[in-house]
């Protein structure tokens, strides 16, 4: 790459000089629209031909959901959109973008962008558009239902380099989506492994070796884990309280600004490594442990807490112990009453539960296989992180200009 000298105006900013500012108009043969096909008829749908909507464009992927038929193309107001054509979504998630990876029908959500390849490299619009989402978010139009017209879309002016930088730019991002893409997928085998290693070791379908002539037993969480109460009366200040998702995913922080609102008068102080309950909703697995940011929040009496017995428990072991199926449903079992918050656990209860558990040694080494896993898979979504603020920083450079891939590519 080598800097760019000769330049001129687009807008706020600068583009080179001999790039072109062209409407995308006059780079375009044809703007397809879409539509949805009656839910009514039947024969519509299961047919051969992916039809998607706005929510199926997925990380500028298509993740189709339906097949509708060809009677279904004919008699509605859908479009089919040939493969390596712009998909951008104009209405519901405006901005959107993607490259159809095959034959695809869409919804009044997207509209279809056949671009002129003779003038155009379809990947370049493609990454100029990913790249400046929050700008197509602004061109939304309408009260009731928002979108980009396409009035608006075909007088949009894009900066156009030479068809030949065009498509150097769109193979350079290509391969840092490329890269991305393949770690990607190791994260997802990795995840899979580490899943498997969670249905193996935490249920003793799989031993470890040093351990295999050691009986697993039927116990009581009483056995592990004991409860406690760091009573205090309510605050007078702001205070972060904690909170618990549903379906294993953890604690979570929020303020509490106006203390002296809060009709109760009694709270409970968390610390890091407690095993902490939402009664309310522990039917959906609201159970977690207790996170170092998490330490010193205030719980309600909803949010009864346990600290694990020391070479009994092993906080670590318990944080994947607590994920399992099995954990859930004897919640539920433990939860009696109707939906929502009408099923409230008994806390007498819980910590009679009885699972099969190894001993303290077992535990603290099933843990550390299963952090080494965490481990990995964190290293490999950093790495995707780093790779995607590398091609942020090749998108802000390349597509306006700022550096030019050769020298023979510069006026």
Same mark, same amino acid.
């Given at each position: 790459?080598?800097?760019?000298?000769?330049?001129?105006?687009?807008?706020?900013?600068?583009?080179?000089?001999?790039?072109?500012?062209?409407?995308?108009?006059?780079?375009?043969?044809?703007?397809?629209?879409?539509?949805?096909?009656?839910?009514?008829?039947?024969?519509?749908?299961?047919?051969?031909?992916?039809?998607?909507?706005?929510?199926?464009?997925?990380?500028?992927?298509?993740?189709?959901?339906?097949?509708?038929?060809?009677?279904?193309?004919?008699?509605?107001?859908?479009?089919? +959109?040939? &493969?390596? =054509? #712009? $998909?951008?979504?104009?209405?519901?998630?405006?901005? !959107?973008?993607?490259?159809?990876?095959?034959?695809?029908?869409?919804?009044?959500?997207?509209?279809?962008?056949?671009?002129?390849?003779?003038?155009?490299?379809?990947?370049?619009?493609?990454?100029?558009?990913?790249?400046?989402?929050?700008?197509?978010?602004?061109?939304?139009?309408?009260?009731?239902?928002?979108?980009?017209?396409?009035?608006?879309?075909?007088?949009?002016?894009?900066?156009?380099?030479?068809?030949?930088?065009?498509?150097?730019?769109?193979?350079?991002?290509?391969?840092?989506?490329?890269? +991305?893409? &393949?770690? =990607? #997928? $190791?994260?997802?085998?990795?995840?899979?492994?580490? !899943?498997?290693?969670?249905?193996?070791?935490?249920?003793?379908?799989?031993?470890?070796?040093?351990?295999?002539?050691?009986?697993?037993?039927?116990?009581?969480?009483?056995?592990?884990?004991?409860?406690?109460?760091?009573?205090?009366?309510?605050?007078?200040?702001?205070?972060?309280?904690?909170?618990?998702?549903?379906?294993?995913?953890?604690?979570?922080?929020?303020?509490?600004?106006?203390?002296?609102?809060?009709?109760?008068?009694?709270?409970?102080?968390?610390?890091?490594?407690?095993?902490?309950?939402? +009664?309310?909703?522990?039917?959906?697995?609201?159970?977690?442990?207790?996170?170092?940011?998490?330490?010193?929040?205030?719980?309600?009496?909803?949010?009864?807490?346990?600290?694990?017995?020391?070479?009994?428990?092993?906080?670590?072991?318990?944080?994947?112990?607590?994920?399992?199926r099995r954990m859930k449903h004897m919640l539920q079992l433990i939860s009696p009453g109707g939906a929502g918050r009408n099923r409230v656990m008994s806390k007498s209860d819980f910590i009679k539960l009885e699972f099969y558990i190894p001993e303290f040694g077992e535990q603290t080494a099933i843990a550390q296989i299963l952090q080494s896993a965490d481990k990995?898979?964190?290293?490999?979504?950093?790495?995707?992180?780093?790779?995607?603020?590398?091609?942020?920083?090749?998108?802000?450079?390349?597509?306006?200009?700022?550096?030019?891939?050769?020298?023979?590519?510069?006026?």
């Amino acid at each position: 790459m080598s800097r760019q000298i000769n330049t001129k105006p687009f807008y706020d900013s600068i583009i080179p000089a001999c790039w072109e500012v062209i409407e995308m108009k006059n780079i375009c043969t044809k703007f397809l629209n879409g539509g949805t096909p009656s839910t009514q008829v039947s024969n519509y749908w299961n047919g051969s031909i992916p039809w998607i909507t706005g929510a199926d464009i997925v990380e500028q992927k298509v993740v189709y959901r339906r097949l509708i038929s060809e009677t279904a193309v004919k008699e509605s107001s859908t479009n089919i +959109i040939p &493969k390596g =054509n #712009l $998909l951008l979504v104009t209405r519901t998630g405006v901005g !959107k973008v993607a490259i159809a990876p095959f034959d695809v029908a869409i919804s009044q959500d997207l509209t279809g962008i056949i671009l002129d390849e003779k003038i155009v490299c379809p990947q370049f619009i493609f990454y100029y558009f990913d790249g400046n989402e929050k700008a197509l978010q602004q061109l939304n139009q309408g009260t009731s239902i928002n979108g980009i017209t396409r009035d608006v879309l075909q007088k949009l002016k894009i900066p156009l380099p030479p068809l030949p930088e065009q498509k150097a730019i769109a193979y350079i991002l290509g391969l840092m989506d490329t890269a +991305i893409n &393949k770690n =990607n #997928l $190791l994260i997802e085998k990795k995840e899979q492994r580490k !899943k498997w290693l969670m249905q193996m070791l935490l249920t003793g379908k799989k031993r470890l070796k040093g351990f295999e002539k050691t009986k697993w037993k039927i116990q009581s969480l009483e056995n592990f884990i004991k409860p406690v109460s760091r009573e205090i009366e309510k605050p007078d200040k702001p205070y972060l309280g904690i909170g618990i998702r549903s379906h294993g995913r953890g604690t979570f922080l929020k303020q509490d600004e106006l203390p002296e609102k809060n009709t109760m008068e009694t709270f409970y102080v968390v610390r890091k490594d407690d095993l902490i309950v939402n +009664i309310t909703f522990a039917w959906e697995q609201a159970i977690a442990i207790v996170k170092p940011e998490d330490d010193g929040a205030l719980a309600s009496h909803r949010f009864p807490t346990f600290t694990f017995i020391e070479k009994k428990g092993c906080v670590d072991f318990f944080r994947f112990f607590i994920l399992q199926r099995r954990m859930k449903h004897m919640l539920q079992l433990i939860s009696p009453g109707g939906a929502g918050r009408n099923r409230v656990m008994s806390k007498s209860d819980f910590i009679k539960l009885e699972f099969y558990i190894p001993e303290f040694g077992e535990q603290t080494a099933i843990a550390q296989i299963l952090q080494s896993a965490d481990k990995e898979i964190q290293l490999l979504k950093s790495k995707t992180e780093k790779l995607r603020e590398e091609k942020k920083g090749l998108m802000q450079v390349l597509l306006t200009g700022k550096k030019r891939l050769n020298q023979d590519l510069q006026d």
